[in-house]
Structure formats: structure tokens, C-alpha cells
């Protein structure tokens, strides 16, 4: 295995102002020395991982990093700024800037190497040493371990590396503490004791804190957050044994460990994995972020909780789509966050079930629906009995729709606790024909009976059956009062006034909902108002026998929602000149999204050029939208672009709105682009792949 760090990759007069600039300069001494082999690639890997989250620490600190196919070996790069660079960090610009690049698939010894550096950063003697040292050669040892802090600041300018034999290295403590890459934390074992100890002597037992630290990348900021939050348990005289979920993978903690812990600090930006096991203990939930900076602030709150006897009935809210986020966010982002929560484990029931029954159609013909069940009457050898058996199928997956929506609304409030009354609530809507209007409202309503629930203080014999017995018992039963006696009515009413009035839409009316819908799918590509248009058509069609109005809405939704990448693709074709290399390489690949409806293809684009990119879409959007309910063209399936032609009434005519919106997208990019001064090669490729790259980390659906 080759050093991740010499004394190339070491520029101690970063010049240097921007972030970016940054990065780029240490990057390219990776590509000189064949470590990355795409540099532009590589950068926009960097960038979509700032993106995330910014990388500056408290104490003058910068470390961008991210995992790559284009690195081809760990490697390490460090610059020291004497003016500072802007990392984002609270206390000011960085000036020393740590560029991390870790292989796609880099095995448990480099991960365990790279977490062990993120420990040493909270060493105040280390990067003291680095702001000393002279010479890239012993600045390099002492990143590597080869050289102490103390001999290394001690360097003269023609320096040559210490010989002192000092193990007190990045790699010996990486090796010291393997098991803490892998989620076990060894060295907290000693810290402890010593804790202890100190606390036999005086004849208290230590208050004790069990810690979970997680980042998306799972290579820095986890292993920070670990070192910091035992720093300070030790001068508080606290215990704390921290579970790392970094990229290495973890090992729990010990369940006993956590049946004595006092209290629990959850420091993560990604979601703890296996959660539950907490449950019943005084909580502080925050990001990572907050585990590095004030991780003595975090244990006085989670040891007020303790005292004021404040414990979780179970996991704290959130959700393995989105985390609820911080405790200041408005009731309005919380909200918005809840309801995508439901829709993104909703579309992919709707994407199966009805492409099933579109595919039963497509097969078995429009009568396919009046044909028994499959159960019954079954012939291998008949494309009949074989549409029938993809309709039927279908219409099960959409069976779950509601359900599923409502539930998993309950989940991103309240966690496992909401599942129950969600779904039951959800399957209710379903009973009463309250439909979708009604999954929404079962969904927010359980979560909220669930939330109101686990406020209420219990003794502690009773915790360990609350999540399960307790909460799934007094919530569902509340959740189906509500639906069954109180708001189940109205709700059902209101839905099919909403379907009447659907069915009723002619002549301009359709032309306009069909340009509202355009805009909305344009507006954000694949973000939340593009969701709700998407979610509003495929909840007209998730019915057995949906109504012509519902297939033209749902018609009108994707062919605008393929305007975008489409236009942007066409766009750098015509005029390539107008854009960047990155811009034209992600045009090649923003054909095939576009024609397969996934609007995200354009997200580059709108990044790096919202002002022009985004308004130029939402016409042509708006274009097609209208286009396509004033020519009556009708889809049955909730997805597939032009794969599924076949499948839309008036095909030709539908081609037609698609096209118009693309040409009128391309043209007013082009006009505007041609309008302002050209940008130079390779500008704003770093922002243009960032905002794809996070679309693809948030494991977001893309439906629309």
C-alpha cells in the first residue's frame, strides 16, 4: 500500500481564495501523481459533498472530502492559507484545508486510516504542529505518524523528517483503534476507566452517556464528532462509549452498555441505524456538526433531561427519507418535509402497479378490467389470461397507495410508533371513499395523536411495551374514531366534489390546468411543487376504472415533465458554444433522462444558470401542459416517458406537445444565454454537478 500523503501533496503557501480554488489546487497534485484520474469529475464529486453539508470546523479547519470512482488509491492533500478560506465554519475562514479523496470502494484499512486523521484534527497539539512546520516533507510525516507534533514544530526550514522514532502517528492510532472505524470505540474503554476510577474514588457511580455519530459520507465529520464528544465526557468527568456509522460499516454497542447509560446523544446528519435500541432514555437528537463544535454543551442538556426525567418513548422523530431537521425549522418546512416523506414511499407503488395495469391493457385490451379473476380462470397459452393477470396485480400495488401515503406520513412524525394508526387511518380513507384527501389527513393526524402520546409521562415499567402494545392500541383506535365518526364524511365529500369537478373540466378550463401543471413540473424539477403536481395526477388514475379527465391530467404531467432535460439536451447540441465542456457532456446524458421522464436530467442546468434555465423550462412546460389537454391525448401509466407511447391515446398529437415545449425551451435558453457574455470554458461545472450528485445522496424518487 503506497503513503496516502507525501510531500507532493503538501502545499504550505496555499495561494488560493475560493473553497473551490482550494480544492482544485490540491486536487490537480493528485492527478500528477495518477491518484485521480478525472480531475473535472472528481471536483464535482468534492462539490456535491460540500453541498451536503459545508466542511469548515471550529478551530480554522477545512475538510473537503467525498468518496469517487475517479480516485484511484486513499489520498490525502493539505494546504496551509495564510489569508484564510471561507469553509462555511462559525468562527471564520480555514487555513488549514485537508483534501480527503477515498476510492468508491476503498476497503476497512484506508477508511480506518482516514477516520483515525479525523481524530487527530481534534488534537490541539497536532494542528498546532502543522501551523508551525516548515518544510512539506515533515509536514507530510506528520500527517502520516511517522513524526510527533512536538518534533515536527520544531522543524527547520531545510528540515529534514524526524528520526525519533515517535509512534504517536495517524497509523498506529488507526491500528491502536481499528474497531472505532468499524463503529466499536476501543479508546473510549480507557477513557472510561480512567472516569471511573476518579468516580470510585469519590463513591459515585458517573453519570454515562452512550453516543451515536453519523455524516453522509461517513469518513470525517462521524469520527470528529466521536473524538470531541469523548474529549469532553473526559473533563466532565462523564463516560461516554460512542458508536461511529462510518463508511467502514459499525459494530452496536453493547446492548448492556446501553441498558446502564444515563442518557443518549445522537450527533448525525444521516439516520441512525437501528434506532430503537435507545428508546427509553433521556435523548438530545442534533446534526454532526453540533457533535464537533459544542459537545460539552450536549452533555449539560443531555444531563438536565436526565434529571428533569425526560425520555424518549421511542426513536426520536424522523425519518429514513428525511431527518425532521432542526428544532427551529418553521412548522411549514417540517410540514413539507412530512408530506414528501409519504410521497416518496408512495410513488414506487404507484410506478409498479400502474405500469402493471397499463401493460395488462396494452396486452388484454381496454375490457381487460371486466375479466375474472385470474384465480379462477387462468390459460398459459392466452394473452388474455396473461393481461388480466398484469391488471390484477396492478390493481393490488394500487391498492396500497393511500395506505402507504398515510403511513408513512405518520413516519416521518412520529417513527415506527406512527405506522400503525397510519395505515390504519389510510386504509379507512379507503372504506369511506375519502381517497387521497383523506390519506393526507389520516396520515398528519396520526402522527400527531402518536407525537401527544409520547409526552405523556409513564414509569419506566411500563416503557419497553408502549412502542409496541400501548401507542399502536390507544393511536389507532383514536385514529379510526376520527376518520370512521367525525371527518370521514366531509373529507369523502370534498374528494368527490374534487373528482367531479375534474370530470367536468372542458375546452380552455383543461388547457389551463394542463399549463398549471406544466409550470409546476418545471418549477423545480423533481423537487416538492414538481412532487405535488406529480402526486395530484397519479392519485386520479390509482383506481381500477380511472376517469378520462384523470388520464388526461396525468397525460398532461409527464409530457411536460419531460420538457426539461430534453430541451437542455437539444440546447447544447445546437449551440454548444454557449456552454461549458461539463454542461455538454451532461447534455449526452440528459437525452435518455428526458425521454425516460426524469426531470432531474436538468438539474445541472437550472444550478448553474437558474435565472435563464428555469423560466425558459416552466414555458415550455407550460406549452406542452396545454398542449397535450387540448389535444385529449390520455396515459393510464403513472411513468415510463416514450416507452410507453404505445399506451397513450393519441400518440402522434402527444409527440406533437411534447416537441413544441422542447423547441420553445431551447430557444429561449439560447436567446438568453446568447444575450449575456459567454462564461469561460469550464466555469460553474462544480456547481452544475453538484446539485444532481445531492439529488442522487438524498435517495430521493425520480418520478418526476
Known amino acids: 500500500m503506497s503513503e496516502m500523503i507525501t510531500a507532493d501533496l503538501v502545499d504550505l503557501d496555499l495561494s488560493a481564495e475560493t473553497k473551490e ?67 462555511g465554519a462559525p468562527d471564520g475562514p480555514a487555513d488549514l484545508i485537508f483534501l480527503i479523496a477515498a476510492p468508491a470502494g476503498a476497503d476497512d484499512a484506508h477508511l480506518t486510516i482516514l477516520s483515525s486523521l ?44 524526524s528520526a ?28 472510561t476507566s480512567d ?37 469532553a465526557g473526559r473533563e466532565a468527568g462523564v463516560e461516554v462509549v460512542v458508536e461511529t456509522q462510518g463508511s467502514a460499516g459499525f459494530t452496536r454497542v453493547d446492548p448492556a452498555v446501553i441498558a446502564a447509560a444515563d442518557g443518549v446523544i445522537f450527533a448525525h446528519d444521516v439516520p441512525v441505524r437501528d434506532k430503537d435500541r435507545f428508546a427509553g432514555k433521556p435523548t438530545v437528537d442534533v446534526g454532526v456538526k453540533a457533535g464537533i463544535n459544542k459537545p460539552a454543551e450536549l452533555i449539560t442538556e443531555v444531563r438536565g433531561k436526565a434529571a428533569r426525567g425526560e425520555v424518549s418513548a421511542g426513536s426520536a ?44 391493457f396494452a396486452i388484454g385490451g381496454y375490457k381487460i378490467n371486466k375479466a375474472p379473476s385470474v384465480m379462477d380462470h387462468f390459460m398459459w397459452l392466452q394473452a388474455d389470461s396473461w393481461g388480466a393477470l398484469f391488471f390484477q396485480i396492478g390493481v393490488v400495488s394500487f391498492g396500497f397507495l393511500v395506505p402507504v401515503l398515510a403511513g408513512y406520513i405518520a ?24 381517497g387521497f384527501l383523506g390519506g393526507l ?86 423537487g416538492p411543487v414538481n412532487k405535488v403536481a406529480y402526486t395530484f395526477a397519479t392519485a386520479g388514475i390509482a383506481v381500477a376504472s380511472p376517469s378520462d379527465s384523470a388520464m388526461k391530467i396525468m397525460a398532461a404531467v409527464m409530457a411536460a415533465g419531460m420538457v426539461p432535460p430534453l430541451a437542455m439536451a437539444l440546447a447544447t447540441t445546437v449551440r454548444g458554444r454557449l456552454f461549458t465542456q461539463t454542461e455538454r457532456e451532461n447534455g449526452k446524458a440528459a437525452w435518455v433522462l428526458g425521454a425516460s421522464f426524469i426531470s432531474e436530467g436538468a438539474i445541472p442546468f437550472a444550478a448553474a444558470d437558474p435565472l435563464r434555465v428555469i423560466p425558459s423550462a416552466m414555458v415550455g412546460g407550460a406549452v406542452t401542459g396545454s398542449l397535450s389537454m387540448a389535444f385529449g391525448a390520455t396515459l393510464r401509466a ?21 416537441a413544441a415545449g422542447v423547441c420553445v425551451t431551447t430557444a429561449l435558453v439560447v436567446v438568453l444565454k446568447g444575450m449575456r457574455k459567454q462564461a469561460p470554458e469550464g466555469t460553474g461545472a462544480g456547481v452544475a454537478d453538484t446539485a444532481i450528485a445531492a439529488k442522487v445522496d438524498s435517495k430521493e424518487p425520480v418520478a418526476a
Open 164 to 191: 525519533d522514532g515517535s509512534k504517536n502517528s495517524v497509523a498506529v492510532s488507526a491500528a491502536a483503534s481499528a474497531d472505532t472505524a468499524t463503529g466499536t470505540t476501543t479508546d473510549t474503554t480507557d477513557t
Open 118 to 161: 479525523a481524530r487527530q484534527l481534534m488534537n490541539a497539539e497536532f494542528t498546532s504542529a502543522l501551523r508551525a512546520v516548515d518544510d512539506a516533507a515533515a509536514a507530510a510525516a506528520l500527517i502520516r505518524g511517522d513524526e510527533s507534533p512536538a518534533a515536527a514544530a520544531s522543524t527547520v526550514p531545510e528540515g529534514t523528517e
Open 441 to 526: 389527513a389520516a396520515g398528519l393526524i396520526a402522527g400527531g395523536v402518536v407525537i401527544g402520546i409520547q409526552k405523556v409521562k409513564i414509569p419506566a415499567s411500563l416503557r419497553g411495551i408502549m412502542p409496541v402494545v400501548v401507542i399502536p392500541l390507544i393511536s389507532a383506535a383514536i385514529v379510526g374514531f376520527l376518520m370512521f365518526v367525525v371527518i370521514g364524511k366531509p373529507i369523502a365529500s370534498a374528494q368527490k366534489g374534487m373528482t367531479d369537478w375534474l370530470n367536468g373540466l372542458t375546452g380552455t378550463n383543461a388547457v389551463l390546468l394542463g399549463a398549471l401543471l406544466g409550470l409546476m413540473m418545471c418549477f423545480d424539477l423533481g
Open 21 to 87: 480554488a482550494a480544492a482544485r489546487a490540491l486536487a490537480e497534485r493528485m492527478v500528477t501523481l495518477g491518484r485521480v484520474t478525472d480531475l473535472e469529475g472528481f471536483l464535482a464529486d468534492v462539490a456535491a459533498r460540500e453541498a451536503q453539508m459545508p466542511t469548515g470546523l471550529d478551530g480554522g479547519i477545512g475538510i473537503p472530502h467525498c468518496r469517487s470512482e475517479h480516485v484511484t488509491e486513499p489520498t490525502l492533500g493539505f494546504g496551509r492559507s495564510a489569508a484564510g478560506i471561507d469553509f
Open 195 to 231: 472516569t471511573t476510577a476518579d468516580a470510585g474514588a469519590s463513591g459515585e457511580r458517573p453519570f454515562r452517556i452512550v453516543a451515536v455519530t453519523s455524516c453522509p459520507t461517513g469518513i470525517a465529520h462521524t469520527y470528529m464528532a466521536a473524538e470531541s464528544l469523548e474529549n
Open 638 to 658: 403513472p411513468h415510463g416517458g416514450i416507452f410507453v407511447v404505445p399506451l397513450i391515446g393519441n400518440p402522434f398529437l402527444y409527440l406533437i406537445a411534447i
Open 317 to 360: 422523530p424522523g425519518t429514513p427519507v428525511e431527518r425532521s431537521g432542526d428544532s427551529a425549522e418553521g412548522y411549514g418546512t417540517k410540514l413539507r418535509k412530512w408530506l414528501m416523506s409519504g410521497v416518496s414511499y408512495m410513488v414506487p407503488f404507484v410506478a409498479a402497479g400502474g405500469l402493471l395495469i397499463a401493460l395488462g
Open 411 to 434: 413516519y416521518g412524525m412520529a417513527d415506527r410508533p406512527g405506522l400503525v394508526p397510519g395505515f390504519v387511518g389510510g386504509a379507512i380513507s379507503l372504506t369511506i371513499n375519502a
